[in-house]
């Protein structure tokens, strides 16, 4: 115990090593000074606690933490920071050097003086206990590493925190790229590095620099998260990530991916993402590092303010085998290819922007899937292709596909929503082969709603008003008024703009619900071919929209155009549309 403001205890410039077999006290003002010759290292076999008041001068020596009774700790006497210019860790197996916590929470750094290996790993854990461990990148002009070693059945050194997060910091404060180096102090044993569930690795610089971390080639393991702060990066080997290990973009910038996700299998191949911070990563095409299918084990998050781009150009695609969790924005390529394949849940928030490029959606795997988002949801293209038929994509919210929806295997579940096939002027969604592993479920009220657009107009590409010979591919009782007249509960009521037309009748008195008489003939009706003649239909309000002969329609645009002449006459484009359930081999209506 070094007590009193005028009691120092100084090591003088021996260049051998001083060891203290119990623990070591720095109360009220007293001062430490360890030696100022090269080898004058303190080795410490108990406690180290130092008060607010007492001063320790490290002179650029080491001290080494080797008792083998159990744990050590470091503590600043009511919180505060302790630093070292090189800590070494040699225990036993199984013990640690812990940063104490509760009413006296403890930061240390190392910031080393001459570089190599400021931080040595040699034996035993180092428990951060919800503290910071602060790692200093560079100093004196000198690069600084981490080395790992161990003996036969201690090879794995561990960096953990008990009771919840603890955060070690790498940090480049000189303004250049920096990048530290994990390696094995003696190449000759098979040591690793793993970083616990509950730590928080991050790596970055201050402004005018950047600060790396090479993980050394299969060295390290993350178990806990790996965060990329503004200026950070990963360079060399990425570290292996294990089982719900997360990897955090929180750069605030724009970032291009590097080696930290950059393989689909084993170093390199993340389990959890998360971008967050305004931070917008690019994957692909135009991130410098190369283009390459994209793939993690886990879930991908997107905060707010956050973004994803796949590639501009690039025709690689990402897979995301756990959930998406979309709160900012995802971009895909403009290229064929370029799709997104989930194997969990599509979660998108109302600040979550989706931009697909008229790329794919393939959901894929052997669970199940559900698809939850703020205001219902477009896929140019989306594929049903899970491992078996029991496996379900379920709609928690509305989904809308402008280009084609595929079910190769699986079943898709509507529940009480709604799935619609679009149609506008560039073209029409279709609904493709069913597999013979896929089916559609309808469990509740939802159904399919099929457009079908109609160009009547006078514009470039149009036609004018004419008869239409039209098809229904959805069956599911409802009429001809709830569809094609849009709901209408009096003649000529237009509920919604650009879609519907007028349904007229050659009998009088009209039945419910036609819009109006038209003496040549009904402008809806079905071919009788044994007669060789045209029926028109009885009434709008009962008689049931589906039927397997079709109907000849005269369309003459959307239910706002009710006149022969003059105004509200002029055709204009519309959509017809239905609800119901679709033709599908499983499960036909």
């Given at each position: 115990?070094?007590?009193?403001?005028?009691?120092?205890?100084?090591?003088g410039?021996t260049?051998?090593?001083r060891e203290?077999?119990?623990?070591?006290?720095v109360s009220?003002?007293?001062t430490?000074?360890?030696?100022?010759?090269?080898?004058g290292?303190?080795?410490i076999?108990?406690?180290?606690t130092r008060?607010?008041?007492g001063?320790?001068n490290?002179?650029?020596?080491?001290?080494?933490?080797?008792?083998?009774?159990?744990?050590?700790?470091?503590?600043?006497?009511?919180?505060?920071?302790?630093?070292?210019?090189?800590?070494?860790?040699?225990?036993?197996?199984?013990?640690?050097v812990?940063?104490?916590?509760?009413?006296?929470?403890?930061?240390?750094?190392?910031?080393?003086?001459?570089?190599?290996?400021?931080?040595?790993?040699?034996?035993?854990?180092?428990?951060?206990?919800?503290?910071?461990?602060?790692?200093?990148?560079y100093?004196?002009?000198?690069q600084?590493n981490?080395?790992?070693?161990?003996?036969?059945?201690n090879?794995?050194?561990?960096?953990?925190?008990?009771?919840?997060?603890?955060?070690?910091?790498?940090?480049?404060?000189?303004?250049s790229?920096?990048?530290?180096?994990?390696n094995?102090?003696?190449?000759?044993n098979?040591?690793?590095?793993?970083?616990g569930?509950?730590?928080?690795?991050t790596?970055?610089?201050?402004?005018g620099?950047?600060?790396?971390?090479?993980?050394?080639?299969n060295?390290?393991t993350?178990?806990?998260?790996?965060?990329?702060?503004?200026?950070?990066?990963?360079?060399g080997?990425?570290?292996?990530y294990?089982t719900?290990?997360?990897?955090?973009?929180n750069?605030?910038s724009?970032?291009?991916?590097?080696?930290?996700?950059?393989?689909?299998?084993?170093?390199g191949?993340?389990?959890?993402?998360?971008?967050?911070?305004?931070?917008?990563?690019?994957?692909?095409t135009?991130?410098?590092?190369?283009?390459?299918?994209?793939?993690?084990?886990?879930?991908?998050t997107?905060?707010?303010?956050?973004?994803?781009?796949l590639?501009?150009?690039?025709?690689?695609?990402?897979?995301?085998?756990?959930?998406?969790?979309?709160?900012?924005?995802?971009?895909?390529?403009?290229?064929?290819?370029?799709?997104?394949?989930?194997?969990?849940?599509?979660?998108?928030?109302?600040?979550?922007?989706?931009?697909?490029?008229?790329?794919?959606?393939?959901?894929?795997?052997?669970?199940?899937?559900?698809?939850?988002?703020?205001?219902?949801?477009?896929?140019?293209?989306?594929?049903?292709?899970?491992?078996?038929?029991?496996?379900?994509?379920s709609?928690?919210?509305?989904?809308?596909?402008?280009?084609e929806?595929?079910?190769?295997?699986?079943t898709?579940?509507?529940?009480?929503?709604?799935?619609?096939?679009l149609?506008?002027?560039?073209?029409?969604?279709?609904?493709?082969?069913?597999?013979?592993?896929?089916?559609?479920?309808?469990?509740?009220t939802?159904?399919?709603?099929?457009?079908?657009?109609?160009?009547?107009g006078?514009?470039?590409?149009q036609?004018?008003k004419?008869?239409?010979f039209?098809?229904?591919?959805?069956?599911?009782?409802?009429?001809?008024?709830?569809?094609?007249?849009?709901?209408?509960?009096?003649?000529?009521?237009?509920?919604?703009?650009?879609?519907?037309?007028q349904?007229?009748?050659?009998?009088?008195?009209?039945?419910?619900t036609?819009d109006?008489y038209?003496?040549?003939g009904?402008?809806m009706?079905?071919?009788?071919?044994a007669?060789?003649?045209?029926?028109?239909?009885s009434n709008?309000?009962?008689?049931?929209?589906?039927?397997?002969k079709?109907?000849?329609?005269?369309?003459?645009?959307?239910?706002?155009?009710?006149?022969?002449?003059?105004?509200?006459?002029?055709?204009i484009?519309t959509?017809?549309?239905?609800?119901?359930?679709?033709?599908?081999?499983?499960?036909?209506?």
């Amino acid at each position: 115990t070094i007590a009193g403001a005028t009691t120092s205890l100084d090591m003088g410039s021996t260049t051998f090593p001083r060891e203290m077999r119990g623990d070591m006290t720095v109360s009220s003002s007293g001062t430490l000074y360890l030696s100022s010759g090269f080898g004058g290292d303190l080795y410490i076999k108990g406690n180290w606690t130092r008060s607010a008041a007492g001063s320790f001068n490290p002179r650029t020596r080491a001290v080494r933490f080797n008792g083998t009774s159990g744990n050590q700790t470091i503590t600043r006497t009511g919180g505060g920071t302790e630093t070292f210019a090189y800590m070494l860790i040699d225990k036993s197996a199984g013990q640690a050097v812990v940063l104490a916590g509760a009413l006296n929470p403890t930061t240390v750094t190392v910031e080393g003086f001459g570089g190599n290996n400021i931080l040595q790993l040699i034996n035993g854990d180092l428990d951060l206990n919800q503290q910071t461990f602060n790692f200093t990148s560079y100093f004196n002009s000198n690069q600084n590493n981490l080395g790992i070693d161990g003996s036969i059945g201690n090879l794995t050194r561990n960096i953990i925190s008990t009771g919840g997060a603890g955060t070690f910091a790498v940090f480049n404060s000189n303004a250049s790229t920096r990048n530290i180096t994990i390696n094995r102090i003696n190449g000759a044993n098979a040591s690793l590095l793993v970083v616990g569930p509950t730590v928080i690795m991050t790596t970055g610089a201050i402004a005018g620099g950047f600060g790396g971390i090479n993980f050394g080639n299969n060295l390290t393991t993350i178990n806990g998260t790996l965060q990329i702060n503004a200026r950070g990066f990963v360079t060399g080997f990425a570290p292996t990530y294990g089982t719900n290990s997360n990897l955090v973009y929180n750069v605030g910038s724009t970032f291009d991916r590097n080696v930290e996700w950059g393989a689909t299998s084993g170093a390199g191949y993340p389990y959890n993402v998360t971008v967050q911070g305004a931070t917008s990563i690019r994957l692909n095409t135009p991130a410098i590092n190369g283009d390459a299918n994209r793939a993690i084990a886990g879930n991908l998050t997107i905060t707010n303010t956050s973004s994803l781009l796949l590639s501009t150009t690039a025709a690689n695609t990402l897979t995301v085998a756990g959930n998406l969790q979309l709160d900012g924005t995802l971009t895909l390529p403009t290229v064929a290819g370029g799709d997104l394949r989930l194997g969990g849940n599509w979660n998108r928030s109302s600040t979550g922007v989706f931009v697909p490029n008229d790329r794919a959606v393939f959901f894929i795997g052997s669970g199940n899937s559900t698809i939850t988002a703020n205001n219902g949801q477009l896929f140019p293209y989306l594929y049903l292709t899970k491992n078996a038929l029991g496996n379900t994509l379920s709609l928690v919210d509305s989904i809308s596909i402008s280009k084609e929806f595929g079910i190769t295997t699986g079943t898709f579940e509507l529940g009480s929503k709604n799935a619609t096939l679009l149609s506008d002027a560039g073209g029409t969604a279709s609904f493709g082969k069913v597999g013979a592993s896929g089916d559609v479920s309808y469990s509740s009220t939802g159904r399919f709603v099929v457009e079908r657009y109609i160009p009547t107009g006078t514009s470039g590409g149009q036609h004018l008003k004419s008869w239409q010979f039209l098809a229904v591919p959805t069956n599911g009782g409802q009429t001809v008024n709830a569809a094609w007249q849009e709901g209408a509960a009096s003649a000529n009521q237009d509920n919604k703009s650009g879609y519907g037309t007028q349904i007229t009748s050659s009998v009088l008195p009209l039945a419910a619900t036609f819009d109006a008489y038209s003496p040549g003939g009904p402008s809806m009706k079905t071919y009788l071919p044994a007669s060789n003649a045209w029926l028109g239909i009885s009434n709008t309000t009962s008689t049931a929209l589906f039927n397997k002969k079709g109907y000849l329609v005269f369309v003459r645009g959307d239910r706002s155009v009710i006149n022969f002449s003059g105004p509200n006459s002029t055709a204009i484009p519309t959509n017809l549309r239905s609800t119901g359930k679709l033709f599908v081999p499983g499960s036909n209506p």
